[in-house]
């Protein structure tokens, strides 16, 4: 893909699902990848794991920690350079199961503290370390805030994911507009990758699978690395004129 190679890229949540996928496929494509995670140690285990397939750092982030903020990316300037491709894609997990009933504020502020506060005050370090050089932000949003759960799906036992990810996901489309028109003039673009469902069957419920299916157009969830396909199109080149837009890569689900 245009624009990837001898890349400096910053996946924040890099060790998990998605953000390994985006992680392999950036490193295949010959971008330096740093991979963050709040555990240094769980970085480096990654680094070593994948170590054949890319050059990768491992690097230690805490985003609701305006100081691990700073560190984070002094470290990468420190060790490969500047970052021209970030991948905001981790989210706070801690706390989201809770039921609604039990809900309580800081289920919403340590939430939005990560994934929005942390994630736009990162991009904002990053992009004035930019000197003029173009890059490319990417989002991870989710088709939780565009529609609903269709509670229908879910079996006994198994809940959606709650109203607060919905709100944060709605939230990180808003942010992408707004800084992809506060940052388009310096050559920075900023989009949002909206996934559907991803199949993960150690933790899915076959009942889950088989009705999430049949609600695509496509009759199946998703693989991590189709994710990882489009965000490597966003990141790259070849979206040079694609900036402040959503795009969705759910399998037709919330086409029809
Ligand atoms: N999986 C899906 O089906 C799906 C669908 C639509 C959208 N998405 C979105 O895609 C992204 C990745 O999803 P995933 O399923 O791959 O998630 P995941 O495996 O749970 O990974 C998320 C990562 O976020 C990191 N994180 C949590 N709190 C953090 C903090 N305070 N500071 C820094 N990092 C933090 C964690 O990494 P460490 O523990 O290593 O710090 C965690 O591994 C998320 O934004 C999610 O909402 C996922």
Same mark, same amino acid.
């Given at each position: 893909?245009?624009?990837?190679?001898?890349?400096?890229?910053?996946? =924040?949540?890099?060790?998990?699902?998605?953000?390994?996928?985006?992680?392999?496929? !950036?490193?295949?494509?010959?971008?330096?990848?740093?991979?963050?995670?709040?555990?240094?140690?769980?970085?480096?285990?990654?680094?070593?794991?994948?170590?054949?397939?890319?050059?990768?750092?491992?690097?230690?982030?805490?985003?609701?920690?305006?100081?691990?903020?700073?560190?984070?990316?002094?470290?990468?300037?420190?060790?490969?350079?500047?970052?021209?491709?970030?991948? #905001?894609? #981790?989210?706070?997990?801690?706390?989201?199961?809770?039921?609604?009933?039990?809900?309580?504020?800081?289920?919403?502020?340590?939430?939005?503290?990560?994934?929005?506060?942390?994630?736009?005050?990162?991009?904002?370090?990053?992009?004035?370390?930019?000197?003029?050089?173009?890059?490319?932000?990417?989002?991870?949003?989710?088709?939780?805030?565009?529609?609903?759960?269709?509670?229908?799906?879910?079996?006994?036992?198994?809940?959606? #994911?709650?109203?607060? &990810?919905?709100?944060?996901?709605?939230?990180?489309?808003?942010?992408?507009?707004?800084?992809?028109?506060?940052?388009?003039?310096?050559?920075?673009?900023?989009?949002? !990758?909206?996934?559907?469902?991803?199949?993960?069957?150690?933790?899915?419920?076959?009942?889950?699978? #088989?009705?999430?299916?049949?609600?695509?157009?496509?009759?199946?969830?998703?693989?991590?690395?189709?994710?990882?396909?489009?965000?490597?199109?966003?990141?790259?080149?070849?979206?040079? &004129?694609? =900036?402040?837009?959503?795009?969705?890569?759910?399998?037709?689900?919330?086409?029809?």
């Amino acid at each position: 893909m245009n624009g990837l190679k001898d890349r400096i890229a910053l996946i =924040t949540g890099a060790t998990g699902l998605l953000g390994s996928a985006i992680a392999r496929r !950036l490193g295949s494509e010959g971008a330096t990848v740093a991979i963050a995670s709040r555990s240094l140690s769980k970085a480096e285990r990654w680094v070593d794991d994948n170590k054949e397939s890319g050059k990768y750092i491992p690097v230690q982030l805490d985003l609701s920690n305006e100081q691990s903020i700073a560190d984070c990316l002094k470290c990468v300037l420190d060790r490969a350079g500047v970052p021209t491709l970030l991948v #905001a894609n #981790a989210s706070l997990r801690e706390g989201v199961s809770l039921p609604f009933e039990k809900l309580i504020h800081s289920s919403f502020t340590n939430l939005f503290a990560v994934d929005i506060a942390g994630h736009i005050l990162l991009a904002r370090k990053i992009v004035d370390a930019l000197d003029g050089r173009p890059a490319s932000i990417v989002f991870l949003s989710s088709i939780y805030a565009q529609v609903g759960p269709d509670r229908r799906i879910y079996p006994q036992g198994m809940s959606p #994911a709650p109203v607060q &990810y919905s709100a944060v996901k709605a939230a990180a489309e808003s942010a992408t507009r707004w800084l992809a028109a506060q940052w388009g003039s310096r050559g920075v673009r900023v989009n949002a !990758l909206v996934p559907g469902g991803v199949a993960a069957p150690a933790r899915q419920p076959e009942e889950f699978l #088989a009705r999430y299916s049949q609600k695509t157009m496509l009759g199946r969830m998703a693989r991590a690395d189709e994710v990882a396909s489009a965000a490597a199109f966003l990141a790259s080149d070849e979206a040079s &004129y694609v =900036t402040g837009h959503c795009l969705v890569v759910d399998g037709g689900l919330t086409a029809w």
